[in-house]
């Protein structure tokens, strides 16, 4: 191995396993990112995780469910409330209805990503937390207005699109030539 002294100069030692680029030789610092390049990282980061909801949303948009879905989830439904309300837990059944939509929704536009742990461990995660949050959060029988019920829904998934298009950047998951198999 050879170190560099001088301009013209090597000297070849045994004991050395310096190469001439390294940072740690005597008056070379190293080099630290500076508060500029962390931004602009900070800044494409939210760019790329600003992309990824805004398609998740226009994805979205595009679903449409046929009758034979929409009738299967109305008997669900009317299941769903038939247990709670004989076990006198008919409170629950709106917050319960509303969470299984949004994941099953949830779950149908994040379909390509189910091949990544980090997708299911996230999703388990909030999973949870919403299950938290339906156990503790006191819930009412009475009557609330379908806009604020769907205005909920929306804000929920939105906030899940940008969770996991955070982890998606973090964990350096599928991008946009990720096949949908």
Known sequence: MSVK???????HSSHSQQ???????AGSK???KTGEAVLRSVKQSVRRISKVVKNDIKEAKKI??????????FVLAF???GMLKDSGL????RPIWNGAAVFG???LLKWRLRRHVWFWA??????ALHVLLILFIPWTNKWVPALVTAGVDSLDICLVFWILGIVEEFAGGPKDNDSET
């Open 79 to 81: 299941l769903l409330r």
């Open 30 to 32: 190293p080099q630290k």
């Open 19 to 25: 190469r001439p680029n390294d940072r740690s030789r």
């Open 5 to 11: 002294i001088g301009v013209s100069q090597r000297v």
């Open 64 to 73: 449409w469910l046929p009758w034979p879905a929409i009738l299967c989830l």
């Open 90 to 93: 008919l409170y629950l059944y």
């Open 105 to 107: 929704f949830l779950f």
């Open 122 to 127: 996230t999703m388990a995660a909030v999973v």
